[in-house]
């Protein structure tokens, strides 16, 4: 006498459809403070310099700027740290004799209050064991 198969229950479907999830773009600024010292022999960085950052989300992001590796930690800002955006070269004069306002024009996006401080490490490969 055979005993009857347990039943299975019915397949479930993984498939959401798109109106059941939203996708949600979280932004969050971060001021990065590169810590060199300042009468060092080392240039200065310079601006719009390619940089890779590896880690972002964890205690201790490493990033390269220019070529020097830093090891990041972040700290609460005091007070808070404003971000701007440039927004196209500055504007000319229409008349010969008025001077052209100083400096591009900055919309205000955002702040934030925390900081990566980061400081100069050199890697070194691990020891073979």
């Given at each position: 006498m055979?005993s009857?198969?347990?039943?299975?229950?019915?397949?479930?479907?993984?498939?959401?459809?798109?109106?059941?999830?939203?996708?949600?773009?979280?932004?969050?600024?971060?001021?990065?403070?590169?810590?060199?010292e300042?009468?060092?022999?080392?240039?200065?960085?310079?601006?719009?310099?390619?940089?890779?950052?590896?880690?972002?989300?964890?205690?201790?992001?490493?990033?390269?700027?220019?070529?020097?590796?830093?090891?990041?930690?972040?700290?609460?800002?005091?007070?808070?740290?404003?971000?701007?955006?440039?927004?196209?070269?500055?504007?000319?004069?229409?008349?010969?004799?008025?001077?052209?306002?100083?400096?591009?024009?900055?919309?205000?996006?955002?702040?934030?209050?925390?900081?990566?401080r980061?400081?100069?490490?050199?890697?070194?490969?691990?020891?073979?064991?």
């Open positions: 055979s009857p198969e347990p039943s299975q229950p019915p397949p479930v479907s993984l498939e959401a459809s798109d109106s059941e999830y939203e996708e949600v773009n979280e932004v969050t600024y971060v001021i990065c403070d590169p810590q060199r300042i009468n060092s022999d080392e240039p200065q960085l310079k601006p719009n310099v390619g940089y890779s950052i590896t880690g972002l989300d964890s205690d201790t992001p490493y990033m390269v700027i220019d070529g020097i590796t830093y090891r990041g930690e972040y700290e609460d800002a005091l007070g808070s740290g404003l971000i701007f955006a440039v927004k196209g070269a500055p504007a000319q004069s229409d008349h010969d004799r008025t001077p052209p306002e100083a400096g591009p024009r900055l919309q205000y996006v955002d702040h934030t209050s925390k900081v990566l980061l400081y100069p490490v050199i890697l070194k490969p691990k020891a073979s064991q």
